[in-house]
């Protein structure tokens, strides 16, 4: 979490944060305007904040520090959640997280949109509505395909596109709607 979010969850002002953690209200101005990054800033900064706002240094630092992972890992990663959770319990955590939202709005597209297709899949198979809260970002595609890694590797290795021609006509349509060529999103060990 941001400190702008926790000054509002907390109901705090920048002017106060600077009474009650003894850090300059200049810094805390650019902290929260993004002039400085709290990344950069002293560890005694940082603890000062975060004894203020009563949280960690590690909350204070997370937003900045966050890693984004490779999309094979991340795509694996998701199929993992289905099978851990099931269907339904995906569905609803997914949804409740605002998880697709984020993503988009970091402008990580291929994680949003794979998010977003599994979902409606999700709801096809289940016979649920989709949530039209997403339909914004349905209208989204990306420019180009992007093919799982097997079947780039299985294309350098036959010399061929014929694994990738293959691989358009079995995609699942909620996928593939994105420029995702996606066959199989249930078969993961």
Not at 78 to 99: A, P, R
Not at 131 to 156: G, M, Q, W
Not at 158 to 185: D, Y
Request: aromatic share 8%; hydrophobic share 35%; with cysteine.
């Amino acid at each position: 979490m941001n400190i702008n979010d926790l000054l509002e969850q907390k109901n705090i002002t920048k002017y106060k944060l600077s009474k009650i953690s003894g850090v300059s209200f200049t810094t805390i101005s650019e902290i929260t305007t993004g002039k400085t990054k709290i990344k950069n800033c002293t560890g005694e900064t940082l603890y000062k904040l975060s004894k203020a706002l009563d949280t960690t240094v590690e909350n204070l630092l997370a937003e900045s520090m966050e890693y984004r992972q490779s999309f094979e890992t991340y795509k694996s990663n998701v199929c993992h959640m289905v099978k851990d959770m099931g269907d339904i319990g995906f569905i609803i955590q997914t949804l409740e997280s605002n998880k697709i939202r984020t993503l988009y709005n970091k402008r990580w597209y291929p994680e949003c949109l794979y998010l977003l297709a599994m979902v409606d899949y999700l709801c096809r198979e289940n016979d649920l509505p989709t949530c039209n809260d997403y339909n914004d970002i349905r209208s989204t595609k990306l420019h180009e395909p992007i093919f799982p890694l097997s079947v780039i590797a299985a294309c350098a290795f036959s010399r061929s596109n014929q694994v990738k021609e293959n691989s358009l006509k079995q995609a699942i349509p909620e996928f593939i709607r994105f420029n995702l060529v996606e066959s199989e999103v249930r078969n993961v060990h």
